[in-house]
């Protein structure tokens, strides 16, 4: 049984703690927020305590496991206070961290101590996701030659209207579509140049804003070519897919539809109008956030080594932070 | 008036469904075909119950109000100019010229000769862009951020893939017509365009894949993707879409969604069978009612130009790699 400690009490953090409550194999021991009542709240419903300070539970919960659900520039500071706590495992959620050099400062802090860190890249657990790389592995398309991603919808109100300060949340570049940069370079490798435009990287320091949208292009070592749309602009509800075209097929999912409408217009509507947005779902056996943790524990259980390293997490973070810097400076960034 | 339409060459496909416009609607006729292909020329006046000419010059000495470019691309030059001297209003298959150069020689051609020159563009009138413009124009998504758009198709190979005749592969051939639309919608012009080109689908010395970046004179950005990458398999042609983006909201276009979808034991396959309005056809009607008032055609070759430029820019980009200013046209 795993003894979990999550710092963090907001919407991430509910979700992980509910699949280690669900999971036979863990347990939520402690829950730190800045938010007292939040903390209260989420560790109330999980059978948990809550605790006023990260150290203070560190010391009286005796977690195995430490996960970090709090906003992205504060991940930093979590992972290696528990990294030199010397514990079984850490988790992180993604982005990683807000710059390439905290990544590399987590994964330097975790590796000296020996704890295995997560970075929680969950759409390596859709199902789709991960059977769209299997299809590609098998040769299902023949040579891989373009793939196109899409994600995301309104804007995501959180604490502190977080995610609309570019400085902390790195924006849709780096927060919303780290899920597709770490995809595609899981499945297609590694990035050699990155060219983008976007909203927020355009804007000056300490703003805030209320809907991102950017565009991503990307030169894949192979050769692929892909392409990123990322949007916190589209009240038209969230939406995922991609495409994959090779030069003896084409793969997708929710990218072209067969039979649809020619022209859809999805238009904001003051607060006042009522949220009346249909929320598509789509039901599978196993919840990813589930699996990955779930992909943790085991690997922790039996010394195998987890399938995201925290080399894939600053990577991403690095890919994301280049198509930041080009919609900054307007030129191709290439990677190292 | 009946307008009395020749075309000058049916190497383009789209010459066919110009053709059989032309023969549709009440108040043109297709007086005739010329090619430099001459069984071509006959294949296709058959298909269309009209004359074929011996000669282009033949055609146009034959009494035709307008004629329609449908050749190779490097003979959009040559055909405009000769039709532009023989007095005839023009309307000329895109991409409107396959250099800047050749571009401004039609359009100044045109001119001295006082005809007028339209590309054609035929997406400006689609009933489902119609509409997404009139909500652009009408303010529902307040100000435009930024468009993403498609332009994805299945090799045409052919002359296509022939790089002396159509002057590059998937990039200027796809280019255009959502650039163009883009340049409609926004009344901006493009400033900078950034490209990745690839030929890895075919592996031959023709681009096959294009992925673009455009910077407008308002401050939108736009990417647009204009990839051969539909494989046979796939149940149509192709596509075009985009996903125009504002402060209040986003709307989207798949141009060519209507369909009926056919799944069939006879082909073991899936196709779509388009329902949707001809807009080859309403193309030729306002081109011909044009024609027939005296009126400004409702796209002109600078229009044209000003596409096929981002697309020779995206060629620059590419080779650069960095971003590229489109030669400014107009
Ligand atoms: N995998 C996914 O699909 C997914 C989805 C959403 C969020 N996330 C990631 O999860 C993380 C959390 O996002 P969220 O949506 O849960 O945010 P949220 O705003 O819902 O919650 C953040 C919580 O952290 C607390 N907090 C803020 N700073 C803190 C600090 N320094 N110390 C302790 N607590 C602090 C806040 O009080 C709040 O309760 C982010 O890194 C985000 O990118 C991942």
Redesign the pocket.
């Known amino acids: 049984m795993f003894r979990v400690a999550i ?9 992980h703690a509910s699949c280690y409550t669900a999971n036979p194999n863990a347990c939520v021991v402690g829950v ?4 007292p009542d ?2 209260a709240e989420m560790a109330g419903a999980n059978g948990a305590t809550a605790y006023a300070g ?1 150290a203070e539970m560190l010391e009286a919960a005796r977690p195995d496991v430490v996960d ?8 930093v ?2 992972v290696v206070a528990a990294a030199e706590a010397g514990l079984k495992g850490v988790v ?4 990683m961290g807000r710059s390439v050099e905290d990544c590399e400062r987590m994964a330097a802090a975790c590796a000296a101590s020996g704890t295995p860190l997560f970075v ?4 390596r657990f859709f199902p789709e996701f991960a059977e769209a790389k299997r299809q590609v592995d098998a040769g299902a398309v023949g040579t891989v030659v373009t793939v196109r991603t899409r994600r995301g919808g309104s804007f ?1 109100r ?3 209207n ?2 609309g300060k570019p400085d902390w ?1 790195g924006g849709v570049i780096l ?1 919303l579509v ?2 597709d940069l770490d995809w595609l370079r899981w499945t297609f490798g590694d990035v050699e140049r990155v060219f983008a435009k976007g909203i927020s990287p355009k804007l000056p320091p300490d703003s805030e804003v209320n809907s991102d949208y950017a565009l991503i292009t990307l030169k894949f070592k192979s050769g692929v070519i892909g392409h990123v749309e990322a949007t916190w602009a589209d009240p038209g509800g969230f939406k995922v897919g991609f495409e994959i075209a090779g030069d003896a097929g084409l793969l997708e999912s929710n990218f072209n539809q067969p039979a649809g409408v020619p022209f859809v217009a999805a238009l904001q509507r003051g607060a006042e109008a009522g949220a009346a947005v249909a929320v598509p779902e789509s039901p599978t056996a196993v919840n990813p ?1 589930y699996a990955e943790l779930d992909h943790f524990l085991t690997c922790l259980a039996s010394g195998a080594t987890p399938s995201i390293t925290p080399k894939d997490g600053c990577e991403a973070v690095r890919i994301a932070l280049a198509a930041f810097e080009s919609a900054q400076t307007g030129e191709p960034v290439v990677l190292p | 008036m009946t307008v009395k339409i020749g075309i000058l060459s049916v190497a383009h496909m789209h010459a066919y469904s110009y053709a059989s416009a032309v023969n549709a609607l009440p108040d043109t006729e297709l007086l005739g075909i010329a090619d430099h292909d001459q069984a071509r020329a006959e294949s296709a006046a058959k298909t269309f119950a009209t004359r074929a000419f011996g000669s282009y010059e033949e055609l146009l000495a034959a009494g035709v109000d307008a004629v329609i470019v449908g050749s190779e691309n490097v003979r959009h030059r040559p055909l405009t100019e000769m039709a532009a001297a023989a007095g005839k209003h023009i309307l000329c298959e895109k991409p409107l010229a396959t250099s800047v150069a050749d571009g401004r020689a039609m359009l100044a051609a045109c001119k001295t000769a006082g005809v007028q020159l339209m590309t054609a563009f035929p997406c400006r009138f689609s009933p489902a862009m119609v509409r997404l413009k009139s909500a652009v124009d009408n303010g529902d998504i307040g100000k435009v951020i930024a468009i993403r758009g498609t332009n994805r198709g299945r090799c045409p190979f052919d002359w296509f893939t022939k790089l002396d005749q159509s002057g590059g592969g998937a990039v200027i051939d796809h280019t255009v017509h959502v650039t163009d639309l883009m340049r409609w919608l926004l009344k901006a012009e493009v400033t900078e365009v950034y490209a990745e080109i690839s030929s890895r689908m075919f592996q031959q010395e023709f681009d096959d894949t294009g992925f673009l970046t455009l910077e407008f004179d308002n401050g939108v950005f736009a990417t647009l993707d204009s990839s051969w990458s539909r494989p046979k398999s796939f149940p149509t042609w192709g596509d075009v879409t985009l996903s125009v983006v504002g402060e209040k909201g986003v709307l989207t276009l798949d141009m060519f969604s209507q369909n009926l979808v056919l799944y069939s034991d006879k082909t073991g396959g899936v196709s779509w069978s388009p329902w949707g309005s001809n807009i080859d056809e309403l193309m030729i009607a306002a081109f011909a009612k044009a024609v027939a008032s005296g009126s400004p055609l409702p796209i002109t070759g600078e229009d044209g130009l000003a596409a096929a430029a981002v697309s020779f820019a995206a060629y620059a980009s590419a080779k650069a790699g960095k971003p590229v200013a489109p030669e400014v046209v107009l």
């Open positions: 710092a963090g009490a907001g919407g991430m953090a509910h979700m730190y927020d800045k938010r939040a903390a990260f970090v659900c709090v906003p992205t520039p504060w991940h500071d979590y992180v959620e993604k982005p929680a890249h969950v759409l995501p959180a604490w502190e977080w995610y949340s927060d780290i899920h956030y």
